[in-house]
C-alpha cells in the first residue's frame, strides 16, 4: 500500500506521521512547536520526520512524497511558506529546504484549512461534480470549497469567511472577532464580568439553561448561520463538514445553527441540510490532509 509523509505545523506543535492511501495514519508523534527562528523550526521538522522513518523498516524514498500543512498564506505553486502570524516562516522556501535534505522526491505545501478540508474531502467519497465546503470552528473561522477534486483558490485567499461581517450584541462585527471560540468567549468575561470565564464554561450554561450564556450562544449561531446562508447562496454545497475544537466538542451547538440556518433558506436549498455534519476525523484531518497531498 502506498504511504506518504504528512506534517502539520502550527504555533503550538509540529505532527509528523505516515499516512497511507486509505487516510489511516499509520504511526505519528509530535512535539511543541520550536519557533525560536526560521532554522529552528525546520531542524525540528527534519529531526520528527528522521525520528518516525527510524521506526519503520523503509526509507523516505519509498514514501509517496512527502505533505505539509501550515497556517496562513502558503505560494503552493512554488512551495514557499509566504505569511503567517504563529510560526517564523516569512517567504520561507520549505520545499526546496526539504529537497535539498531527503533528494528530489515530491514534496507538496499548502494552508492548513485547505488540508483539513482535503483529508474531509476525500474521505467523503463524492463525484466529481459534487461542491463540498468545509468550514472550521475554532480560534479562528474560515471555509474550503472544493470540486473535482480541485481546491478553490480564488486569487490565493479564498475561503476567509471570518471576515463576513454579522450582527452581534448590537453592532457589526466580523464574524471570527464575534462568533470564534475566543469571541465568545471575550462576551461571555464581558456580560459576567469575570475574567475566568472560558468558551467551555459558556457551552456548559448554555446546556443548563443559563440566560446570558444562552443569549451568547445563540447570538454566535445566529452569525454562523448567517455567513453560511451566505455561502449556500453562493456556491449551493452538497456536504458541508465541520471541523474545529468549537464544533468538534459541541455537535449539539451545529445542530442550534442548523436549526436557525434552516430558518432562512430557501426551499431549493434545505437539501443541504441532511448533509451538514462535524468531522468524524476530528484534531487528525490536518495530518491526514497533508499526507494525502502527494498520495
Not at 473535482?148 to 479564498?158: K, M, Y
Not at 440556518?261 to 441532511?274: G, I, S, W
Request: charge should be negative.
Amino acid at each position: 500500500m502506498k504511504q506518504s509523509i504528512g506534517v502539520d505545523i502550527g504555533g503550538t506543535k509540529v505532527a509528523v506521521a505516515i499516512i497511507n492511501e486509505k487516510g489511516e495514519i499509520v504511526s505519528r508523534r509530535q512535539a511543541p512547536s520550536e519557533v525560536e527562528s526560521a532554522e529552528t523550526l525546520f531542524e525540528q521538522v527534519v529531526r520528527l520526520i528522521n525520528e518516525e522513518l527510524n521506526e519503520h523498516p523503509f526509507s523516505i524514498q519509498e514514501m509517496e512524497g512527502i505533505g505539509i500543512g501550515l497556517p496562513g498564506k502558503v505560494d503552493v505553486e512554488n512551495g514557499v511558506a509566504v505569511f503567517q502570524n504563529n510560526i517564523p516562516w516569512p517567504n520561507f522556501p520549505i520545499v526546496k529546504r526539504l529537497q535539498e535534505v531527503y533528494g528530489n522526491i515530491p514534496v507538496k505545501i499548502d494552508n492548513d484549512v485547505k488540508v483539513a478540508a482535503y483529508a474531509e474531502y476525500r474521505l467523503q467519497n463524492l463525484t466529481e461534480k459534487e461542491m463540498f465546503a468545509y468550514v472550521t470552528l475554532s480560534t479562528g473561522i474560515a471555509a474550503t470549497n472544493i470540486a473535482g477534486n480541485q481546491i478553490l483558490r480564488g486569487a490565493g485567499f479564498s475561503g476567509e469567511i471570518g471576515f463576513i461581517p454579522v450582527h452581534f450584541f448590537g453592532q457589526w462585527m466580523s464574524l471570527e472577532e464575534a462568533c470564534s471560540g475566543v469571541g465568545i468567549q471575550k462576551k461571555a468575561q464581558e456580560l459576567y464580568k469575570d475574567d475566568s470565564v472560558t468558551t467551555k464554561d459558556v457551552f456548559e450554561k448554555w446546556r443548563q439553561g443559563e440566560a446570558v450564556a444562552t443569549d451568547i450562544i445563540r447570538q454566535a449561531a445566529s452569525g454562523i448561520a448567517s455567513s453560511l446562508h451566505a455561502m449556500v447562496c453562493l456556491l449551493d454545497p452538497h456536504v458541508i463538514v465541520f471541523g474545529g475544537s468549537v464544533s468538534n466538542y459541541n455537535p449539539d451547538y451545529i445542530e442550534l445553527v442548523k436549526e436557525i440556518l434552516e430558518t432562512r433558506l430557501h426551499a431549493e436549498q434545505k437539501h443541504v441540510l441532511k448533509r451538514m455534519v462535524v468531522s468524524k476525523i476530528k484534531g487528525d484531518n490536518g495530518i491526514i490532509g497533508a499526507g494525502l497531498l502527494v498520495l
